[in-house]
C-alpha cells in the first residue's frame, strides 16, 4: 500500500504561482512514476506533469513552460511548481504513483483544490 498527501493548493490570481507537494509513504518500489493529474467542474481527469524514478519527465502541452515537476532526493515527495497560472488552470489535483511493472495498481491522493481567479 501507497499513501499520498497533497498540500500546497490555494486561491491566486490570474499571472500567480503556486507550488503543491505530495508525500509518499507506505511500500515505495522503484523503478515508479509519480505526478500530478487534474480535474476541472465539467471535464474529464487529465495528465498535468509526470516524472519516474528513473527522471524522464512528461508535460501536458498546455502546461510545457509554466509548470515544473520534481521529486526529492529520497523520492517519496514530488512537487509541483506552477507559475504564470490561468484561469483554465482552475481544477482540483491529485498525486498519483504507479510502480512501473507488469502488474501495478494506481494510486491517488485525496486532491487539492488550485483555484485562480481576479
Known amino acids: 500500500q501507497v499513501q499520498l498527501v497533497e498540500s500546497g493548493g490555494g486561491l491566486v490570481q490570474p499571472g500567480g504561482s503556486l507550488r503543491l507537494s505530495c508525500a509518499a509513504s507506505?511500500?515505495?518500489?522503484?523503478?515508479?512514476?509519480m505526478g500530478w493529474y487534474r480535474q476541472a467542474p465539467g471535464k474529464q481527469r487529465e495528465v498535468v506533469a509526470t516524472?519516474?524514478?528513473?527522471?524522464?519527465?512528461y508535460y501536458a502541452d498546455s502546461t510545457k513552460g509554466r509548470f515544473t515537476v520534481s521529486r526529492d532526493n529520497a523520492k517519496n515527495t514530488v512537487y509541483l511548481q506552477m507559475n504564470n497560472l490561468e484561469p483554465e488552470d482552475t481544477a482540483v489535483y491529485y498525486c498519483?504513483?504507479?510502480?512501473?511493472?507488469?502488474?501495478?495498481?494506481?494510486?491517488w491522493g485525496q486532491g487539492t483544490q488550485v483555484t485562480v481567479s481576479s
Open positions: 507506505g511500500s515505495i518500489s522503484h523503478p515508479n512514476v
Open positions: 516524472r519516474t524514478s528513473t527522471r524522464n519527465t
Open positions: 498519483y504513483y504507479r510502480r512501473i511493472a507488469v502488474q501495478s495498481n494506481d494510486y
